[in-house]
């Protein structure tokens, strides 16, 4: 037997089918329905009032209520006791009282308050709602901020307060009229008028947050950016900046997506008290032209050295431009580029910087062979031109033969057979005297280099299970056959300059970074590698090795580890329990004297409310090399200080003899689900011509879906 409750929802369905007004019979949307405990219908007057918890549905619309009476003549519903109006967006209104239409798309509303789909609230004491597009609410509330869970009439964190707010869902916009803001309930701002997009907008045109800050150099400055939209792929950003002691800065930045590609870039121009103008560009292009081919433009300029860092721009020592055509396809890799360079430190010299076009580059790996046999190719030509020093050029191409095989035993072998050619070509390349073809100091001319080499790869890994941890021991060793010499005083090195021997390339033919140097003479590199991995996650991994070479190669530098026949030896420690603590050890020591030649420490984790993080490193300048030596340390301690409130200390000391304190830094943050606010102390102690060591206190106050104000101090 049916309920009564189902059979005056069917009953009041059919009414309602039969009762439609002319207006609405001929819209297409279907009819409304009711459910209710109970119901009367007055035929005369046309007017159906339900009872006891009554619910009206009608094209994905909702309305509940403790009474309800529809009149079909007025196409009027009137609800009363703990109304709530669910919308198809998924708003939620609840009121007192409404009056709306029969689609529930108009109506009025008193005492309402308004959850919308992302969370943010509204409350008013009228509001009119008009074709479901329009909401126009007087003596007005808005906030994203959750109520107090022990004390629900405690004020929001945050909340603005308005004679009038429109919320406008087709322009999808929210206007206030005479608006002041409130933190914890004290009111902090008025404006007259004040207008955002809603909580559903992605992209909207206007005014951004301002920042304010400021510098013992710029002195006190202003940034007011403004946002434009020019359609669903593109947009712009425009940032005036005021300052107190200059003339101000005008900075741009312009993005748009394509079906095939992007670009984005960003720009600005200063005018100084010296009337000067300085300005900087970076920008970046990519399309693809099919499936296989791609082609892109980086343009990074700038007109000062200092000056990015000046007006915080960015804080880079090297801007790179390039332009580029790079395919792939199957195994294969092609690239044609060309690249120009800017450096920004005091050392870097603009008629010395070398441009380098064309650089062509393929690479290819073979598959392989039911032996376990493939091939590879690699080819790189460069050419570099400078104003002032070398010109240079070089074409290199790498085929190489390779087979893997692991025996019987378990023991794994890789045998690689390659052949290198590489052709040279300098101009005013510097050179010994003494040497043929040498001018004044200065060589010009090419070379050639043939260079065949073979290298056998071989280890034998030894696992077990030690209860609930698998324990792997792996003895490593690398033998490599090719002839003596290679480096010749014809042959420009130009990406060759600097490497570092360690862990991660005791196991390289060629420790070199680039084609230009190579290692040579017979050779061989050893060692051992030993691991325990929990079940649980955790892990304990170390390597510990060291080379050999028959015969002294010059082309290793005193303090490089490689210079004699023995090198140092070079190890790794990693040791990670859990998440509490994770140890990394990288070492370089002497052979001779066991002295530590290089330190990298890092440790870092988590316990309870604090994570860490600490970072040593102390190494001595290689011969020749243009870094120096370093010795420092770098620290973090964050700690979450209750559900909303977290503080962190970060800082960078120079260890050495003439260092010092680099950079500290202490910030504090709340955060919760409509407000976020940061404060930083910093300082940093050095200087780079014009830039002087300076102070700052940064405050960041971000309101969810209003946008965020923030300022700087920097005496």
């Known amino acids: 037997m049916k309920s009564k409750r189902t059979i005056l929802a069917i009953v009041l369905s059919v009414a309602l089918l039969g009762l439609a007004a002319p207006a609405r019979a001929a819209e297409a949307t279907a009819p409304a329905t009711f459910s209710a405990d109970e119901m009367t219908h007055d035929r005369e007057m046309g007017v159906i009032t339900a009872r006891g918890r009554v619910e009206v549905n009608h094209d994905g619309y909702t309305l509940l209520a403790d009474r309800i009476s529809y009149s079909q003549n007025a196409d009027l519903v009137r609800a009363m006791g703990d109304v709530t109006l669910l919308r198809p967006n998924g708003d939620v209104m609840f009121a007192d009282s409404m009056e709306v239409s029969g689609d529930l798309k108009n109506g009025l509303i008193e005492d309402m308050r308004a959850v919308l789909a992302e969370r943010s609230r509204f409350a008013a004491r009228k509001a009119k709602l008009v074709n479901d597009e329009t909401l126009t609410m007087e003596r007005a509330v808005y906030s994203p901020c959750e109520p107090c869970k022990d004390d629900p009439k405690r004020p929001l964190l945050w909340q603005v307060k308005a004679v009038k707010v429109v919320h406008d869902r087709k322009e999808k916009i929210i206007e206030f009229e005479h608006a002041w803001m409130e933190l914890a309930g004290v009111p902090v701002a008025y404006t007259p008028y004040l207008r955002f997009p809603d909580p559903t907008v992605k992209r909207k045109s206007g005014f951004l947050p301002p920042s304010f800050g400021g510098s013992s150099d710029l002195g006190l400055t202003a940034r007011t950016p403004y946002f434009q939209v020019i359609d669903d792929h593109s947009d712009f950003t425009v940032t005036p900046i005021v300052t107190s002691n200059e003339y101000g800065a005008l900075a741009g930045e312009y993005r748009q997506r394509f079906k095939t590609g992007e670009v984005e870039g960003d720009?600005?121009?200063?005018?100084?008290?010296?009337?000067?103008?300085?300005?900087?560009?970076?920008?970046?292009?990519?399309?693809?032209?099919?499936?296989?081919?791609?082609?892109?433009?980086?343009?990074?300029?700038?007109?000062?050295?200092?000056?990015?860092?000046?007006?915080?721009?960015?804080?880079?020592?090297?801007?790179?431009?390039?332009?580029?055509?790079?395919?792939?396809?199957?195994?294969?890799?092609?690239?044609?580029?060309?690249?120009?360079?800017?450096?920004?430190?005091?050392?870097?010299?603009?008629?010395?910087?070398?441009?380098?076009?064309?650089?062509?580059?393929?690479?290819?790996?073979?598959?392989?062979?039911?032996?376990?046999?493939?091939?590879?190719?690699?080819?790189?030509?460069?050419?570099?031109?400078?104003?002032?020093?070398?010109?240079?050029?070089?074409?290199?191409?790498?085929?190489?033969?390779?087979?893997?095989?692991?025996?019987?035993?378990?023991?794994?072998?890789?045998?690689?057979?390659?052949?290198?050619?590489?052709?040279?070509?300098?101009?005013?390349?510097?050179?010994?005297?003494?040497?043929?073809?040498?001018?004044?100091g200065k060589y010009n001319g090419s070379a050639l280099r043939l260079r065949p080499e073979v290298q056998m790869d071989w280890a034998m890994p030894f696992a077990r299970r030690h209860g609930t941890s698998t324990e792997v021991l792996q003895p490593l060793a690398q033998v490599i056959l090719s002839p003596q010499g290679g480096n010749s005083y014809k042959m420009a090195n130009e990406d060759s300059l600097d490497f570092d021997f360690n862990d991660a390339n005791l196991f390289s033919a060629n420790r070199f970074t680039g084609y230009d140097q190579v290692e040579s003479g017979p050779r061989a590199n050893y060692g051992v590698k030993w691991s325990v991995t929990g079940d649980n996650g955790g892990s304990t991994s170390l390597l510990f090795g060291q080379s050999y070479r028959v015969s002294d190669d010059t082309t290793f530098k005193t303090g490089s580890g490689l210079e004699d026949n023995l090198s140092d030896y070079v190890g790794k420690v990693e040791l990670s329990p859990g998440s509490h603590v994770n140890l990394l050890y990288r070492t370089r020591i002497d052979k001779d004297s066991g002295e530590f030649n290089r330190n990298e420490v890092g440790v870092s984790g988590s316990q309870s409310i604090f994570d860490y993080g600490v970072n040593y490193l102390a190494f001595d300048r290689q011969e020749g090399s243009e870094f120096p030596g370093r010795e420092e340390i770098s620290y973090s301690l964050g700690a979450d200080l209750d559900e909303f409130w977290r503080t962190n200390l970060s800082g960078v000391r120079d260890l050495s003899s003439s260092g010092g304190q680099r950079a500290m830094g202490l910030g504090f943050t709340y955060e919760d689900e409509c407000l976020r606010f940061d404060t930083l102390i910093s300082r940093t102690f050095y200087q780079d011509r014009d830039l002087r060591p300076t102070d700052a206190i940064i405050f960041r106050l971000a309101f969810m879906n209003l946008g965020e104000v923030g300022t700087g101090i920097s005496p």
Do not use: C
């Open 267 to 440: 720009a600005s121009l200063a005018y100084t008290s010296d009337e000067d103008v300085y300005g900087h560009i970076r920008s970046r292009a990519r399309f693809d032209i099919d499936h296989t081919w791609r082609w892109g433009v980086n343009l990074n300029r700038v007109n000062s050295d200092t000056y990015m860092r000046r007006y915080d721009f960015g804080s880079e020592s090297l801007l790179t431009s390039k332009a580029y055509l790079e395919g792939f396809r199957g195994n294969t890799y092609t690239s044609f580029s060309g690249l120009a360079f800017q450096g920004l430190r005091a050392t870097d010299v603009d008629e010395t910087t070398p441009v380098v076009f064309p650089r062509v580059e393929f690479s290819y790996r073979g598959d392989a062979d039911g032996h376990g046999a493939y091939n590879t190719l690699d080819v790189n030509a460069t050419m570099l031109n400078r104003e002032q020093g070398v010109d240079s050029s070089r074409i290199s191409v790498h085929p190489a033969w390779n087979v893997e095989h692991i025996a019987p035993m378990g023991d794994v072998y890789k045998l690689t057979a390659r052949m290198d050619v590489d052709f040279f070509n300098a101009q005013g390349l510097d050179a010994p005297t003494t040497r043929p073809a040498v001018v004044n």
